[in-house]
């Protein structure tokens, strides 16, 4: 696969992934961002401004809520281009960011296999439900208590 990207606009990103065309979504770390690219068997296509440059997302947070935006749920990222040993505040807040989300993931992970292995007993859905309703119901009543009254007044000439 060559190294030349393909430029491409939003509209043309939106389409390819309707399409299904890319078969791997890589975030790229630079040092002022991330810039997104889009791989397929043939082609690698990078997101770009309406002038043309490579798109820049400043934090790995901003570029996963706009892939979320678009329905992309997964995506590799690469700090391949970074030093760590540089001592640039801008290279070390980009792999401070895949550190934190590396750290984030694994303690989701373990908090699914927790909830998981639980030996205790699972709480059927509709008894779930119920409890929620009726906690929700609770939280209004409390709330509409603490309304002030209102008072009408009539004004009359």
Known sequence: MGSIFQPIDQATLMALLRANKPQRVV???QKNGWNLVLRSREFEWALTNSDGATRIFPTLNELGVY????????????VGALDRASGDADVQQRLWEVDAAAEQAEWMRRQIQQALDDPGPAIPNAVAKARAAARRAELLAKAEARKPKRRRFLWWP
């Open 67 to 78: 892939l979320r935006g678009m329905a992309v749920a997964d995506f590799s990222v690469d």
């Open 27 to 29: 975030a790229y770390a």
